[in-house]
């Protein structure tokens, strides 16, 4: 329901498809297809993908495979599903046998990292997990505060820096040692919010990285990007560079309540190939939900 709202106007946007497809006839293909790429764009799907969705139902039509508006609607939601989940992998958390599990957010500031954090927190909370949260994001004066908060709220333990000068590499192998040896579930390490264009930030990611395998090897199991979907096509570029850097392993696409632009979330998971898990539907501590594509699909195409 949320994100039936929050796509709103995506759907307006894409509601011209429905129009021009209850007139179409084989003849008028090429147009109808233009016009449909079109829409595609405006709702942020990216140009690459835009085409390569409009190519296939083209192939299709003159394949006579399909034959009315309806069975080119039926195909145009396949498809964008088929590329939602075709090569994303595993929608469901990877968190293996070996504990604590080690689950490292990251994202650009106020796409929503912290919040997905404490409600990540919730839900494992939820389900029997215990929790320990590190406060990785040293480099922002009110993060640590805001983190302890939702500590408090969900119930969860929470390791802060001790002292101006510790940098977060520290704090998140501080709270890994603790949560191995105090018998904890998962630790979730919170990250700066750092710019994808600030370099010397992205090289203490890496350190983080780097810090937290010192203390378990393989750790950490996830490295959870969160991507604002209001932004559009911005999402892409900032995907990319997160990935070259860390290696991220899923994606969570926050504040798909408010007004979306979630088209451009096929372009990331196609190009890059990383599934989407959870989305953000709102600031309560409830408000995170797993990724359902067919949801997904049928909140952008009515
Ligand atoms: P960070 O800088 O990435 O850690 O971002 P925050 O977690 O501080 O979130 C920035 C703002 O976005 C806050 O006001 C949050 O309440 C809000 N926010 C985060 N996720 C969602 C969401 O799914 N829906 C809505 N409506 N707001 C969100």
Redesign the pocket.
């Known amino acids: 329901e949320k994100i039936f709202s929050g796509f709103s106007k995506t759907r307006e946007n894409l509601a011209v498809i429905d129009e021009l497809l209850l007139y179409w006839n084989l003849a008028d293909t090429d147009r109808v297809l233009d016009e449909l790429e079109e829409a595609l764009l405006v709702s942020d799907f990216g140009p690459k993908i835009s085409m390569k969705i409009v190519d296939s139902l083209r192939d299709d039509i003159l394949a006579g495979k399909l034959k009315s508006g309806n069975d080119i609607k039926e195909a145009l939601k396949k498809s964008v599903l088929n590329l939602l989940t075709g090569k994303g992998g595993k929608t469901e958390l990877q968190l293996g046998f070996r504990k604590p599990a080690v689950i490292m957010v990251v994202?650009?500031?106020?796409?929503?990292?912290?919040?997905?954090l404490g409600k990540l927190a919730r839900r494992l909370k939820s389900e029997g997990v215990k929790v320990l949260m590190a406060a990785g994001?040293t480099f922002?004066a009110a993060?640590s505060e805001?983190l302890e908060v939702w500590a408090e709220r969900t119930g969860s333990e929470i390791v802060t820096a001790e002292g101006d000068k510790v940098k977060a590499p520290l704090v998140l192998s501080q709270a890994v040692k603790k949560g191995k040896e105090q018998g904890y579930g998962v630790v979730l390490c919170d990250t700066s919010?750092r710019l994808h264009t600030n370099y010397s930030l992205m090289e203490e990611l890496v350190s983080c990285k780097k810090a937290v395998a010192k203390v378990i090897p393989g750790a950490p199991n996830e490295i959870l990007l969160?991507l604002d979907g209001t932004t559009g096509l911005n999402m892409l570029p900032q995907a990319r560079e997160f990935n070259e850097v860390v290696g991220v392993t899923g994606l969570i696409l926050?504040?798909?309540?408010?007004s979306a632009r979630g088209g451009c979330v096929v372009s990331v998971v196609d190009e890059l190939g990383i599934p989407v898990k959870f989305i953000?539907?709102?600031?309560g501590v409830d408000?995170l939900q797993p990724f359902d594509a067919e949801a997904f699909v049928n909140a952008i195409f009515s």
């Open positions: 994202g650009v500031n106020g796409g929503g990292k912290t919040t997905s994001d922002r993060a805001q919010g969160v926050t504040k798909l309540d408010g953000g539907v709102g600031e408000d």
